[in-house]
Every structure is written in C-alpha cells, then in structure tokens.
C-alpha cells in the first residue's frame, strides 16, 4: 500500500525560507514524477514544481527563481526548497506521486506553511 508522508512545513517571516520533504512508502519503484502542490483558503489546488523520472522540472511562474524541487538519494524521496517566501505562499503544501503503473496519483496529507509579512 502506497503511503506519501510530508514534512517540513511551518511559520516562517517573510523573506525566509523552508524545505519541504516528502517520502513515498510501499511502492519505491517505478515512480513516473513526484512534485508539490498548494492550496490556500478559497482557492484551488495548484502545482508548484514537479520533478520527473527523467529528471526534467516544471515549476509554477509564482515561485520560478524562488522554490527548487529535487531528489533525495533515494527516488522515493522529493524535496521543495523555498526561499524569499512571501505571504501569498501561505497555503497547505501537498507531495503528488505518479506511478507509471497506477491510474491515479497518490497523495500526502499536506504540511501547511504559514508565511507572516
């Protein structure tokens, strides 16, 4: 069984930063992409970066020079960093895995990060 688990999260000021982690358990192989999404209050979830098997990155225009998505050594693992956070990146972040055998993505629980101006 699949099992996506986030950390990292918190209150940070303004101007600071954050990293972000994520692990996929039960399913180590095969993985398609793994990446980050964010909702804020009221507004829908969107992508923020996403790191393919093949190594290729796609990040949101919000956070392009700011946030970097890698790979830990192992490939179940992804990271989000964030610098120069601001307080529209206030939302819960969300790690997004694809397998390239399952039809659907498998998801976290979310870490929320509160930025404060």
């Known amino acids: 069984q699949v099992q996506v688990v986030e950390s990292g999260g918190g209150l940070v000021q303004a101007g600071g930063s954050l990293r972000l982690s994520c692990v996929a358990s039960?399913?180590?192989?095969?993985?398609?992409?793994m990446g980050w999404y964010r909702q804020a209050p009221g507004k829908q979830r969107e992508l923020v970066a996403q790191?393919?098997?093949?190594?290729?990155?796609n990040y949101a225009d919000s956070v392009k020079g700011r946030f970097t998505v890698s790979r830990g050594n192992a490939k179940n693992t992804v990271y989000l960093r964030m610098n120069s956070l601001k307080p529209d990146d206030t939302a819960i972040y969300y790690c997004?895995?694809?397998?390239?055998?399952?039809?659907?993505?498998?998801w976290g629980q979310g870490t929320q990060v509160t930025v404060s101006s």
């Open positions: 997004n895995v694809r397998y390239t055998w399952s039809p659907s993505d498998f």
């Open positions: 039960g399913a180590i192989f095969n993985i398609n992409a």
């Open positions: 790191l393919t098997s093949s190594g290729s990155t």
